[in-house]
């Protein structure tokens, strides 16, 4: 079970690039998602090749997007921003970034979704040079003011074939999508696109005290887990379950047993 896992580093907030590497190889994790801030201040050839003796398989950079903004100056700046993003998964020899796209407040739903189109199309071509897939993330619609127009797995897929783009692709996240009253539908729409490329997991707490940082470990709360693995299985998707929980509950416990739980939670669901 282990090596079929991806850990995201913010899922191990406390620890460094490295320590994560580190730690996740012991367990005999096979993946990372690696987030741009747990890069900060990091040679990144050092890095790539601490993954390369580790074992490690880089699943993806986190993240790229947030295309919005009120003024061009402003969409200008994340395109310059998704650009230096290309270039750290160059630099580390990943060919996934995961897209938030973005929303700014004061424009409507459907100019925000206009300014991700244009902001996507404008770095597809570069990230096509370096062999990247652009991969739309689906936000709960309780993120849709400020932190991404597309709300749904519909949402994503629609944009995923208005666009045409032959890197471009989605990466799907249990939390944000879970409730969805046609999720099993557009999975296989998805997959049929040639669009599901990563799949993470964690849990909704219905009693959650953060809309931010109060997910579930697997287990600790509503979402149907095996099923909706069951139906992202039947496309005959292969890649990681991708542990991804932003949790300051977690954060302040002993990372080394909160690894622990997480392998252990995931054996207990999965089988």
Not at 102 to 118: K, L, M, Y
Not at 253 to 266: A, C, K, M, N, P
Request: hydrophobic content about 40%; aromatic content about 8%.
């Amino acid at each position: 079970m282990p090596a079929n896992l991806a850990i995201h580093t913010f899922t191990n907030k406390p620890w460094s690039i490295h320590e994560c590497i580190e730690h996740y190889a012991r367990r005999g994790i096979g993946g990372i998602s690696i987030w741009r801030e747990t890069l900060a201040g990091h040679d990144l050839a050092k890095v790539r090749q601490h993954l390369t003796d580790a074992g490690l398989q880089p699943v993806s950079l986190v993240r790229g997007g947030f295309f919005t903004g009120l003024t061009a100056e402003a969409r200008e700046k994340a395109i310059t921003s998704n650009l230096a993003a290309l270039a750290e998964c160059e630099a580390l020899g990943i060919d996934k970034i995961v897209l938030v796209c973005g929303a700014t407040v004061g424009q409507s739903p459907q100019v925000n979704r206009a300014q991700i189109a244009e902001g996507i199309a404008r770095i597809a071509p570069r990230a096509q040079e370096i062999g990247v897939r652009l991969l739309i993330e689906p936000l709960h619609p309780v993120y849709a003011g400020d932190r991404s127009a597309i709300c749904s797995l519909r949402d994503a897929n629609d944009l995923c074939a208005e666009l045409a783009l032959p890197n471009l692709g989605i990466a799907f996240d249990v939390y944000h999508v879970w409730h969805e009253m046609d999720l099993e539908a557009q999975i296989q729409r998805c997959a049929a696109g040639g669009w599901l490329d990563t799949y993470h997991i964690c849990d909704f707490k219905p009693d959650q005290d953060h809309l931010l940082l109060d997910r579930g470990l697997m287990g600790e709360g509503c979402i149907p887990l095996k099923q909706i693995d069951d139906w992202i299985h039947t496309t005959g998707f292969t890649g990681h379950r991708e542990v991804e929980i932003f949790s300051r509950k977690w954060w302040a416990e002993d990372q080394h047993r909160y690894l622990d739980r997480i392998v252990e939670s995931t054996r207990q669901i999965y089988g």
